[in-house]
């Protein structure tokens, strides 16, 4: 295939477009491919047969087979046309139970689905244009999972093609035209130590016999008419991976313990205390909470935007000022208050609100991505110390920012609520007024802006929709008028394209990105970051609209987002900026966690802040508790 359109689309978009044909395959030499294609009405059945030719026997490993599927994800031409033209590409390799969900970036139906019908995939690459830096998600290349052959032995794959108009639609489609599909759920994929895992399992075929391990010993199961329920207490941190064979259909389900989050909270303050605060008194950088290197057993500086002593490293001081705000710890405040001065002698000019990109008071690079981040920063030092003066630098920053133009910048993490909720409670009633007249502007040119986002960093990306919904959301809390909600909502709607939910705690909740390994690792590497932190800004928006609303879907979908990009931090508190997902990217190995120590604390950060532990998750909310 060279083009897939669907005959009513009137965007006539095209949902398979890349650097390589469709149906390409690679594979090891001595086994050949007959591949062939059948379509029925809308429908596309593709079978790909491989047959070992040699005398010999043939042993393949996961990426020794590609069948590459280029579906129509990239951001090159902006947003206007990705809203149109372009799809998010949700994909599973689960074995058996393996399939694709594409969904039109601006929410608009009709969409494209694949789910395998013969065969067993065991996970995807990526092949993508570089030159395009992060703005090209790439070439997608399907690996079926590994099979031994003998002479003259061959295996099948094959798969359905349909269209559908989203999520409960595609997952319905998936059980029509698989007829052997598991349909495979866990409440949560992130489990807090002493929490339950719950993961239920519906065959949507007749069985006879069920078997599900993990590190292969059975585990029991309960079965309710057509469905297996497990359930265990997480005891040990860790990853539970669940395999799952009914009937010889096989595959998997994997979910994380950690630590308490109060626990993982207070390793990872003290890992930042002892490993990752410069201590260094003939330096400016005296007192910097920086990069660790995981791998080398040290901190890393560099003078790159991305390595350096500013910038998203403020959220290092965001997670140990809302830590103290609920724990006495000596240790951990006098680190703090070193950052602190570090950041007023480096950072910030508290006079003015003008903040720099890294230490010494250097802009040479004018970021306003920096100003909302110090404004918080300083808000939460204000909740920690009750000093008003820190209220004001937090207000003034917000100030510089907007006179700068801030009002048509889609910035991460602007304080909306949280500034202005605090003005008035320490009577800074002038200040508050100003405060709303500029997050009113503000919001009224995100709404007026509607779908048509302005290029940032990126031409479009999930980290520009968050923070839209985010700051209407915000902005209809402190004025109650509902043309911020109804332009939220519209926000909303886009926003959840980007969110998968496969049974993996990778992935599900988990916003598409792929460029942050690149940008802020150490392995430098492209590729799908299945989790990277700022992800959790979508948790953000979501907690906001249930707030609004009252939506349990909300609050629930919110707590699942936020726990996504947990695995970043580890049981020890060491920590990583992103994990690059995929099998490999352009031909290197990938599939893990990256060296670096970045900037993933922000992760952790909203997660205290938002209240997710079961115990506590309604607290915030206590006329939703039934």
């Known amino acids: 295939m060279k083009s897939l359109s669907h005959p009513s689309d009137p965007y006539g978009m095209n949902w398979i477009e890349g650097h390589t044909q469709w149906g390409t395959v690679t594979c090891p030499k001595g086994i050949t491919v007959a ?104 070439d997608f290349i ?47 994929y992130i489990v807090f130590k002493g929490e339950s895992i719950a993961v239920s399992i519906r065959p949507f075929f007749a069985f006879k016999n069920a078997l599900i391990t993990r590190d292969k010993i059975p585990v029991s199961s309960k079965q309710d008419n057509a469905r297996l329920f497990l359930s265990e207490k997480a005891e040990n941190p860790g990853q539970y991976s669940y395999e799952i064979n009914i009937d010889g259909i096989s595959t998997h389900c994997n979910i994380l313990v950690l630590p308490e989050l109060e626990i993982l909270a207070e390793k990872r303050c003290h890992f930042i205390c002892d490993n990752q605060q410069y201590q260094n008194p003939e330096s400016r950088l005296d007192g910097a909470y920086l990069i660790y290197d995981n791998e080398e057993k040290h901190m890393y500086y560099h003078r790159a935007n991305d390595y350096n002593g500013g910038r998203e490293r403020i959220g290092m001081g965001l997670l140990i000022a809302k830590y103290l705000q609920a724990h006495r710890d000596e240790k951990l405040m006098d680190s703090l208050k070193k950052y602190i001065s570090y950041v007023e002698k480096n950072l910030l000019c508290r006079e003015t609100g003008e903040v720099f990109n890294d230490y010494a008071y250097n802009n040479s690079y004018h970021r306003l991505y920096n100003y909302p981040w110090m404004s918080l920063f300083y808000l939460e030092l204000y909740t920690l110390f009750k000093d008003r003066e820190l209220l004001e630098t937090a207000y003034r920053i917000m100030l510089f920012f907007y006179r700068q133009g801030g009002d048509h910048f889609y910035a991460i993490e602007v304080p909306v609520m949280g500034l202005v909720t605090a003005l008035k409670e320490c009577h800074m009633d002038r200040e508050a007024d100003t405060a709303v007249s500029w997050f009113r502007k503000h919001a009224d040119y995100i709404a007026e802006t509607g779908l048509d986002y302005p290029a940032h960093e990126v031409k479009y990306e999930q980290s520009i929709v968050a923070p839209a919904a985010n700051i209407l959301l915000q902005t209809f809390l402190i004025t109650n008028e509902s043309i911020y909600l109804d332009a939220a909502k519209k926000q ?42 700022w992800s959790a800004l979508t948790a953000n928006a979501f907690l906001d609209f249930a707030r609004i609303t009252g939506s349990r879907e909300y609050l629930q979908r919110a707590k699942q987002a936020y726990r996504s990009v947990l695995s970043l931090i580890h049981p020890d508190g060491s920590a990583s900026c992103a994990y690059v997902y995929p099998v490999s990217v352009n031909g290197a190995a990938t599939g893990f966690y990256d060296p670096y120590a970045n900037d993933q604390d922000w992760g952790l950060y909203f997660a205290l802040r938002s209240c997710i532990s079961e115990s506590s998750l309604y607290t915030t909310f206590p006329s939703m508790i039934v």
């Not at 994800?73 to 046309?81: C, L, M, R, T």
């Not at 802020?520 to 299945?530: P, Q, S, V």
């Open 492 to 533: 909303l709607d886009v926003l959840e394209m980007f969110n998968g939910f496969q049974p993996d705690y990778h992935l599900y909740e988990t916003a598409i990105r792929h460029w942050d390994g690149y940008w802020f690792g150490k392995r430098k590497a492209y590729g799908d970051t299945f989790p990277h932190y």
């Open 142 to 188: 399907l690996h079926p999972a590994p099979v031994t052959l003998a002479p003259g032995q061959h295996f099948t794959i094959a798969w359905t093609l349909f269209w559908h108009s989203g999520l409960k639609d595609f997952q319905e489609k998936l059980c029509l035209y698989n007829k052997h599909f598991i349909q495979v759920s866990a409440e949560n």
């Open 35 to 138: 591949k062939s294609s059948e379509r029925s009405q809308d429908i596309i059945t593709e079978r790909y047969v491989f047959t070992n030719k040699t005398d010999k026997d043939i042993f393949t490993s996961l990426n020794s087979i590609g069948i590459y599927t280029p579906f129509n994800d990239d951001y090159i031409a902006g947003s206007k046309v990705c809203m149109t033209a372009r799809c998010h590409t949700h994909i599973w390799c689960g074995e058996n139970i393996s399939y694709v969900m594409c969904l039109r970036m601006g929410g608009e139906a009709p969409h494209l689905g694949l789910v395998l019908t013969e065969g067993r995939l065991g996970g995807y690459s990526i092949e993508r244009d570089t030159a395009q830096i992060s703005n090209d998600r790439g």
